[in-house]
């Protein structure tokens, strides 16, 4: 008998899957069968959800039902967001916020009689959830969800209370369709334990928001934009990375425990991130984090030549969703609204 312990059940085939296919040594993501820097900028998150929970992409009446469907299960029920006011309230943190609501969407008419229904119910009020506790911190009331825009752009409005731009809506999709899935990540693999005692799925998926609140999960994308704020221009940026590496200390935004090569992910948020910024956000911003991306690497193949440390997808995704305006606060619960299709599937 193997005895041996395989930490991070590193080697260990646990499940399958047809969600999506991770080559670290490669670098190669495929979601339900399509490369992720083909699938994630082109599709809309609807499609992408379809796509995880039916095996294939919707004709255009299948889309247009699904997207009316999703977008008619938005609204919170009045415990849930009597509970994002107590949470407001406390200043309890954004992914606690998250986990606390998720449980209560079992106050939701109908809830826990359909595994498909709940899968839907938990997709289209994530958004909402993040949404009104983001606006109730500020002492600001919720936004009604508008059943008219599209989920990205809907979470976008729910936030800022303007409807977005076309780019912006574009770029928080792909940055949502990204990181739906990949593979028996910790989150994923919490929600899988806890649907096999036949528990519920609603259980499940605020068991997996727990567990991405873990900083070795879900919290390096803030620390990645601090890093860049504190290098501030570009000719600082090597006299810092080399103090922190100096230090010991790691730098955020590099290096991926799968990845041996750069992560395809952060291609795609790179891509992202560039089309937005060219059209109108702070370019200064953007090429300050290029010129640290590029000094990093640099520096990191200087230091440790034995190891391949590349950019992965924490760095791109700070830049975009603070380009997009998002808080820092809300990098990891932005990036459940996202996973939430994948935990479902």
């Known amino acids: 008998m193997d005895t041996q312990i395989r930490e991070g059940l590193e080697g260990v085939v646990a499940a399958t899957t047809r969600l999506s296919s991770v080559d670290g040594e490669a670098g190669v993501l495929l979601l339900a069968g399509f490369p992720v820097e083909e699938i994630a900028p082109r599709a809309s998150f609807e499609e992408m959800t379809w796509l995880l929970w039916n095996g294939g992409l919707p004709t255009a009446g299948e889309l247009e039902a699904f997207r009316r469907r999703l977008a008619s299960r ?100 792909t940055y949502l369709n990204t990181v739906t899935d990949h593979g028996l990540n910790a989150s994923t693999f919490t929600a899988r334990v806890i649907v096999s005692t036949r528990s519920d799925l609603i259980s499940a998926i605020t068991g997996a928001v727990g567990a991405l609140k873990g900083p070795l999960h879900g919290g390096a ?40 090569v750069r992560d395809p992910r952060a291609d795609v948020l790179a891509a992202a991130a560039e089309r937005f910024y060219n059209l109108g956000g702070d370019r200064g911003l953007y ?20 190891r391949r440390l590349d950019t992965n997808v924490e760095f791109y995704t700070a830049l975009l969703l603070h380009g997009l305006g998002l808080p820092t606060e809300l990098f990891t619960p932005t990036f459940a609204v996202g996973r939430v299709a994948g935990w479902t599937a």
């Open 74 to 173: 938005r609204s919170l029920p009045a415990a849930a967001l009597e509970l994002l006011r107590e949470t407001a309230r406390r200043r309890i943190s954004g992914m606690d916020a998250l986990r606390m609501a998720a449980g209560a969407l079992s106050l939701a008419e109908g809830a826990g009689e359909d595994p498909k229904e709940d899968a839907l119910l938990l997709t289209a009020t994530f958004p909402t959830i993040v949404a009104a506790y983001w606006r109730l911190l500020r002492g600001e009331e919720p936004l009604r969800p508008r059943e008219d825009l599209g989920h990205a752009a809907n979470f976008l409005f729910m936030l800022a209370g303007e409807e977005p731009s076309p780019e912006r809506a574009r770029g928080l999709a």
């Open 221 to 260: 994308p803030g620390p990645a934009l601090d890093m860049v704020f504190e290098i501030g221009t570009p000719d600082r940026a090597e006299a810092v990375l080399r103090e922190k590496l100096d230090r010991g200390e790691r730098l955020m935004g590099f290096g991926h425990r799968v990845y041996r």
């Open 287 to 306: 090429e300050l984090a290029r010129s640290v991306e590029a000094t990093a690497l640099r520096l990191l193949r200087e230091r440790k030549p034995d």
